[in-house]
């Protein structure tokens, strides 16, 4: 099993702070959502984050929902191989089932996190596909107890994908540290968590680029690939 986080992402509601900035004030008239329910999206409310710490890193839920569809329909997690956190800028971490279609409408995707961020978890009733908690990065890992984690940055050790990720294959439970921020590094806190931090590329790679990639490089170094092609052809040949 693999766990993937999506760490420092810039996923949170509107800071108290900016509630009365008149670009949240005309995104929540807009909306019919009070400010505090809203997400911080740098695209509606950019002159108001001028004012906000690390702004750079911030308002841009875009980049999880990518992220999240690259993951979740990816192989790996369609055979219950993979288990994906968020964890936010604000020190808050949404657990996903594995079992969650995200909308591939951003629009529909906001709306979904926002109803996150008001309830706690969604849906309301019945089976939870996505839970939020308050809970720190080091907290989450000390729950996961992973066996080895590596977290990606440009101030890590040169590897190839392949490098870093084929010693995964003989571990029962790796952890892999994805930043999903538009800007900057992580914070030195994060990366003295991973056992290892690599940089697979001397260029700033998208989240949802790398999160595609290093799936897809571990399910190779599984075999999964090989092993799905070889149920698919039993499965035609007893038709």
């Given at each position: 099993?693999?766990?993937?986080?999506?760490?420092?992402?810039?996923?949170?509601?509107?800071?108290?702070a900016l509630w009365t900035h008149r670009?949240?004030?005309?995104h929540s008239e807009r909306r019919g959502k009070p400010p505090p329910l809203l997400l911080l999206d740098?695209?509606?409310?950019?002159?108001?984050?001028?004012?906000?710490d690390e702004n750079e890193k911030r308002g841009r839920p875009d980049?999880?929902?990518f992220a999240l569809l690259e993951a979740l329909g990816s192989p790996l997690n369609r055979e219950r191989l993979l288990q994906t956190y968020v964890h936010t800028v604000k020190d808050q971490v949404i657990t996903v089932n594995p079992e969650t279609r995200l909308p591939k409408n951003y629009d529909r995707f906001i709306g979904l996190m926002e109803q996150l961020?008001?309830?706690?978890r969604?849906?309301?009733t019945g089976q939870t596909l996505l839970k939020l908690n308050n809970k720190t990065l080091p907290q989450l890992l000390r729950e996961i107890n992973p066996t080895h984690t590596i977290a990606f940055s440009r101030r890590g050790s040169p590897l190839t994908l392949e490098e870093a990720i084929s010693g995964l294959s003989t571990e029962r439970r790796p952890a892999l540290i994805v930043g999903a921020f538009p800007h900057g590094h992580f914070a030195n806190a994060t990366t003295k968590l991973a056992d290892n931090t690599i940089c697979v590329d001397p260029e700033m790679l998208e989240a949802w680029t790398l999160t595609s990639r290093v799936i897809y490089e571990y399910e190779r170094s599984i075999s999964l690939p090989i092993k799905r092609i070889k149920q698919a052809d039993t499965s035609k040949k007893q038709m």
């Open positions: 099993m693999l766990t993937l986080i999506l760490a420092e992402s810039a996923l949170e509601t509107v800071p108290k670009a949240v004030r005309s740098r695209s509606y409310h950019h002159s108001a984050m001028k004012r906000l980049i999880a929902h961020f008001e309830l706690g969604v849906p309301s």
